[in-house]
């Protein structure tokens, strides 16, 4: 028998990041991860999406999806749908995951099919050089808000339970142990599990910096913690640390949506025989085509 040794999921391409961009933190962990929980490049799947954060599946060795921006989720539910045998993790920014592919996140959530959804939130669309996105505070200048933003931020992690969330984590860039161990239970999560990095765009957000969240940030343990069970305690913590708080918030076990799919535990789509005689094939494209 062959013996099967650990991968690093490292790939030959130069990481195009400003140097102390937080996403070189969210690929060491997500590497980390992977080679510890003994993956193989070929049964994992990233979806990325588009923004500096959705360069990180370029530098991941496994496949590789780059979608349209917003709908890294829309894609990595139907290929865990279509293969169930494949690790499934999918990366936004946060204007991505939370802007323009809101609404996707949402139905992820509360359809519950078992991927890793890691979110690099830089409260700044980076890409685009800094104007404001969903999760910037109040009052934030940015090219796009000159007098700063008027409109309220969104709290991912509160949208994220409020919907029905199995598994809610927040990890930051400059905590790689923490981060690494919080993918590796998100990615044993039987469900869909999300893990928003606090991620620092070192260009563009000059308010949320490392010293920032080192200063402010506080670990879900502190003070005793919560039980991370309890939905509402997950809610009070997240909401009294103003989202300054990392670690596990939430996990909850129990059937995700694919328990509930007929037949598919036994064969996966992409293994089934699906023969469509051509008569059937013609009566089709006839009834829908003419
Ligand atoms: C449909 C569409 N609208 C707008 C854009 C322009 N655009 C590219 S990336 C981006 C936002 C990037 O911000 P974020 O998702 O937070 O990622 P970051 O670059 O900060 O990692 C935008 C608006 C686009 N590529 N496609
Ligand atoms: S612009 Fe910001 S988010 Fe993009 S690579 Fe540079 S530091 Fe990272």
Redesign the pocket.
Known sequence: MAVQTKVSFKTDAKPWWCPGCG?FAVLAALQRAATQLGLRPENVVLVA???????IGDYFGSYNIHV???RTMPVAQGIKLANRNLTVIAA?????????GLNHFIHAVRRNIDLTYIV???H?????KG?Y?PTSEKKFRTVTSPAGVYEQPIQPLVLALAAGATFVAQGFSSNVNQLTDLIMKAIRHKGFSLVNVL?P?VT?NKVNTYDFFRANLVDVADGGGHDPHDRTAAMRRITETGGLVTGLLYEEEGPSFQDYIPGYPETPLTEAKIDLPTSEWDKILKEHFG
């Open positions: 996403d999406g588009i923004g500096c954060s959705g360069k349209l921006h917003g936004s920014g946060d204007g991505d995951g939370y802007g323009i690099m939130d830089n700044i669309y980076g890409l685009t104007q996105s991620s765009c563009f």
